[in-house]
T-cell receptor
């Protein structure tokens, strides 16, 4: 069965600094890959997705993610974070045809002024 | 929140009482899902539906039942609530042809005392 690991439970960065959130997955083939963001008290919002093709994908709010097949990773990046980026971020994998997602444990991002 | 309404948004109940949470969508999407969110566990799938009267279990289905009598409504029932079911519950929907993309409601915070 597929699984997702987000190694960092909590990350703190300064406003304006760069950000990278890690995501590793376990699946025999190339899955569909997603990053979602959850602001406090809110539901999850889709940031970006990867299905196939170009391994660098762009999302909303200035985020991007890179799929690396050799490392089974799909790390999320942003060159310069804003205080409004403070939230919890979830990586998820979907098995083609299965219509279900498996989520990682989440990474909570704190922004220092 | 992509035309998804969860009700109630907050509920406090006592151990042993039945509880029903409702998810209503206006998108006419085929797939609907119930997740629970707990610290350190990310989101875990409870049950999902792939059509009217068609449902299946997720990874944490014990103690929960679901029903879908109309495309737009997906009900989650705790027959006899326990303290371990204190959680935040999220409904999600998916059109099914969009490579597992899911859209989430705002959540229901349930406390079982």
């Amino acid at each position: 069965a597929q699984s997702v690991t987000q190694p960092d439970i909590h990350i703190t960065v300064s406003e304006g600094a760069s950000l990278e959130l890690r995501c590793n997955y376990s699946y025999g083939a190339t899955p569909y890959l997603f990053w979602y963001v959850q602001s406090p008290g809110q539901g999850l919002q889709l940031l970006l997705k990867y299905f196939s093709g170009d391994t660098l994908v762009q999302g909303i709010k200035g985020f991007e993610a890179e799929f690396k097949r050799s490392q089974s990773s799909f790390n999320l990046r942003k060159p310069s974070v804003h205080w409004s980026d403070a939230a919890e971020y979830f990586c998820a994998v979907g098995v083609p045809g299965a219509q279900k997602l498996v989520f990682g444990q989440g990474t909570r991002l704190t922004i220092n002024p | 929140d992509a035309g998804i309404t969860q009700s109630p948004r907050h509920k406090v109940t006592e151990t042993g009482t039945p509880v029903t949470l409702r998810c209503h969508q206006t998108e006419n999407h085929r797939y609907m899902y119930w997740y629970r969110q707990d610290p350190g566990h990310g989101l875990r799938l409870i049950h999902y539906s792939y059509g009217v009267k068609d449902t299946d279990k997720g990874e944490v289905s014990d103690g929960y039942s679901v029903s879908r009598s109309k495309t737009e409504d997906f009900l989650l029932t705790l027959e006899s609530a326990t303290s371990s079911q204190t959680s935040v519950y999220f409904c999600a929907i998916s059109p099914g042809a969009a490579k597992n993309i899911q859209y989430f409601g705002a959540g229901t915070r349930l406390s079982v005392l």
